[in-house]
């Protein structure tokens, strides 16, 4: 069955510091992945996405992931993390065996950045 | 930038009420899709419309019923509203495409008492 984790409820970052926030996935075939993010009270955002190609993608706000086949990893990294950060996240994997279009997204990490 | 418009940020329904919760996107997206959303749950579809008039259930479509009668509009309806129903609702559209992301409401937040 396709699958995605995300291992850690919570994330707490200080203010400038890296941020990782992992993300794992169970897929058959080659797996299209996304990232998510959700500010209170809002309905989610489009981060970026993991296609093909170049295993680290670059996508907005200054968020990147990077894709990793061998450990079936996409983890969400910022070099230099912002109080404004502070959301919840969900990693996603678009499921191509269903016969209509299903995403599967991951229970959410939340994360805290402290000023 | 594709807009997608929920009709309600916040309902109150009474257990039993028929309630309809509207959705419209303004990009011509062929996909639509309402999920809802717990905590420790995540996100569940409920019911997806991938042409006019066409849909396929989700994991949780138990309770519910869609309608797509114009492709920018996708409507879900609670025949019979219940306690359990009470839950975060989001609508999202999307291209035709496996690469293509999903565009979210701002999601309508519904109680049922």
């Known amino acids: 069955a396709q699958s995605v984790a995300q291992p850690e409820d919570q994330v707490n970052v200080a203010e400038g510091n890296p941020l990782t926030v992992k993300c794992t996935y169970s897929v058959s075939g080659n797996p299209y992945l996304f990232w998510y993010v959700q500010y209170p009270n809002r309905g989610l955002q489009f981060l970026l996405k993991y296609i093909t190609g170049d295993n680290l993608v670059k996508g907005s706000y200054g968020f990147e992931a990077e894709f990793n086949k061998s450990q079936t990893s996409f983890h969400l990294k910022k070099p230099s993390a912002l109080v404004s950060d502070s959301a919840l996240y969900f990693c996603a994997v678009r499921d191509l065996t269903t016969s209509y279009d299903k995403v599967i997204f991951g229970p959410g990490t939340s994360l805290s950045v402290i000023p | ?113």
């Open chain 2, 1 to 113: 930038d594709v807009k997608v418009t929920q009709s309600s940020r916040y309902l109150v329904k009474r257990t039993g009420e028929k309630v309809f919760l509207e959705c419209v996107q303004d990009m011509d997206h062929e996909n639509m899709f309402w999920y809802r959303q717990d905590p420790g749950l995540g996100l569940r579809l409920i019911y997806f419309s991938y042409d006019v008039k066409m849909k396929e259930k989700g994991d949780i479509p138990e309770g519910y019923s869609v309608s797509r009668e114009k492709k920018e509009r996708f409507s879900l309806i609670l025949e019979s509203a219940s306690t359990n129903q009470t839950s975060m609702y989001l609508c999202a559209s999307s291209l035709v495409r496996w690469d293509s992301p999903l565009h979210f409401g701002n999601g309508t937040r519904l109680t049922v008492t």
